[in-house]
């Protein structure tokens, strides 16, 4: 068992998703709060965090937690911390931070007197007046919350959403995290038709078949953690070895993509190529309101328009509808539809069997479910 205290935070919404693969992955001590999933590991379970899972925006070492109402009792409490155990002698380290419903409430003087405390401990480690801060980078963030600190590092780096496949993105993209939520949230599965109407520069499509073939949504990134001494290069090494060998390039999953917008879909296109998934997908250049639906029993998952900027409302109106009526003419598809749109239900034309509020960036959302029937059983 390891003793290292680590947190995968998620955007509003998605903690159950980020859960439930802590759980797959095998991490122990699993705790769930607003906003973060909570689990103990040791250095392979911080790269094979930050490898494989799909639905967090960061994987965190949190390295202490006190009350602090005073500037004295948050400079005290970070000192008692050990922060020699990761940042080295040459370490470069910047502190950001939060505050919300505390009565230190002034951020910028919160992460000064962080700062501050950090040098301090490591003074007395390495026994050095300053540093030259050359190496490795570590972003340390302290966030308080109703008067409690919270100090973590951050291993990831960049956010997680950032896979490394898409350079390249059109107007108001969906967050590969999010997107892949969507999919792990509906009835999906590899053996069902997925149509993305409306894909834009593709990043739904791509995840799902991410998740079909079961390939680390890591693996073609850099992590910060990866140039910090503690944790060695055989460890990466090793749990970028294992996330290959789990690879199951035998599943075909019967994946498309549409969009009418001809250069989102060579967008697409080169993503689907950079993800190594260009083989799972078809992508054509069709307005949504002739699609056609591919086959039974296949999910629709999409990401429309939610018409909030100024001339587009009756336009999002009149696609919504005509969105419905698709879907009307087969009842053995499910539907998943996330929007802003309140009265997307009347739009649509059918009442969610279930719908999940969500944010995707600053806007809050809802994702409307509408479930067909089972596939039937495949006969041995």
């Known amino acids: ?127 050095v007046p300053w540093f030259d801060e050359t190496g490795a980078e570590y972003t340390i963030q302290v966030a308080l919350l109703n008067d409690v600190a919270t100090l973590t590092i951050d291993t990831s780096g960049s956010g997680l959403h950032k896979r490394g496949y898409r350079e390249t993105a059109m107007i108001a993209p969906l967050k590969e995290t999010l997107a892949a939520a969507m999919v792990d949230l509906s009835y999906w599965n590899k053996d069902r038709i997925l149509l993305d109407p409306m894909c834009g520069s593709g990043t739904i499509p791509i995840e799902a078949a991410l998740i079909a073939r079961n390939v680390a949504p890591g693996l073609n990134r850099k992590f910060a953690s990866e140039e910090w001494a503690r944790i060695d290069n055989s460890i990466w090494k090793q749990e970028r070895i294992n996330a290959y060998k789990a690879i199951n390039y035998d599943v075909m999953p019967k994946i498309y993509g549409s969009d009418m917008d001809a250069e989102a879909i060579e967008v697409a296109k080169e993503n689907a190529i950079k993800a190594g998934v260009d083989d799972c997908i078809e992508f054509t250049v069709k307005p949504c309101q002739e699609v056609v639906l591919p086959g039974d029993y296949g999910c629709l998952i999409t990401n429309p328009p939610y018409g909030e900027r100024i001339g587009e409302l009756k336009e999002v109106e009149d696609l919504y509808r005509s969105l419905g009526k698709i879907m009307a003419t087969n009842p053995t598809w499910s539907s998943y539809v996330i929007t802003s749109m309140e009265y997307f239900e009347k739009l649509f034309g059918r009442k969610a069997d279930a719908k999940r509020k969500l944010f995707n960036g600053r806007i809050k959302i809802d994702y409307y479910q509408f479930y067909g029937p089972r596939p039937p059983k495949k006969e041995l």
């Open 1 to 127: 068992m390891g003793n290292i205290n680590l947190i995968a935070t998620s955007t509003f919404g998605l903690e159950a998703c980020v859960k439930r693969e802590a759980i797959r992955l095998g991490f122990e001590n699993i705790k769930t709060y607003d906003g973060r999933v909570e689990f103990t590991g040791d250095e392979s379970t911080i790269a094979k965090a930050n490898l494989w899972m799909r639905f967090a925006s960061k994987i965190l070492i949190k390295v202490g937690e006190f009350k602090a109402v005073t500037f004295d009792e948050l400079f005290e409490g970070t000192k008692a911390l050990d922060w020699g155990s990761w940042i080295t002698e040459d370490g470069k380290f910047t502190v950001t931070g939060k505050s919300v419903k505390s009565t230190l409430f002034s951020v910028s003087d919160c992460q000064a007197i962080v700062k501050k405390a950090v040098v301090e401990k490591l003074k007395q480690k390495y026994h």
